[in-house]
């Protein structure tokens, strides 16, 4: 059964870098895969950070991130990574990556989504 583990994650300053990735396993191999990553913080619901489809090459952002994230294969298929550049206080939180099959175009929807990863924490100090 494909599953998604996540991996990465941790503690930044404000605009310092971290790269969150992900992997796909146990299921057809990533190519046939949209993937995105969602946060959320306590109290509010997960929101759309950055998503592709499974050519990589439709890469959607959220305003919030666009020019400062960036979202791509992490060595093979079978993967996704965001690298996280100039962080804010305001990217903290639990970082998800998901995958959809048949991922021809890219998708922004929590819904649309069949797998999820555990979630991976971010934190942004001063």
């Known amino acids: 059964q494909a599953q998604v583990v996540e991996s990465g994650g941790g503690l930044a300053q404000v605009g310092g870098s971290l790269k969150l990735t992900c992997a796909v396993s146990?299921?057809?191999?990533?190519?046939?895969?949209?993937m995105g990553w969602f946060r959320q913080v306590p109290g509010k619901e997960r929101e759309f950070v950055a998503a592709?489809?499974?050519?990589?090459?439709?890469?959607e952002y959220a305003d919030s991130v666009k020019g400062r994230f960036t979202i791509g294969r992490n060595n093979g298929r079978n993967t996704a990574a965001l690298q996280m550049n100039n962080l804010k206080f305001e990217d903290a939180g639990v970082y998800y990556c998901?995958?959809?099959?048949?991922?021809?175009?890219?998708?922004?929807?929590?819904?649309?989504?069949?797998?999820w990863g555990q979630g991976t924490q971010v934190a942004v100090s001063a």
């Open positions: 146990g299921g057809p191999e990533i190519t046939t895969y949209a």
């Open positions: 998901a995958a959809r099959s048949r991922g021809i175009v890219t998708f922004r929807e929590a819904d649309d989504y069949e797998l």
């Open positions: 592709m489809s499974w050519s990589a090459n439709s890469p």
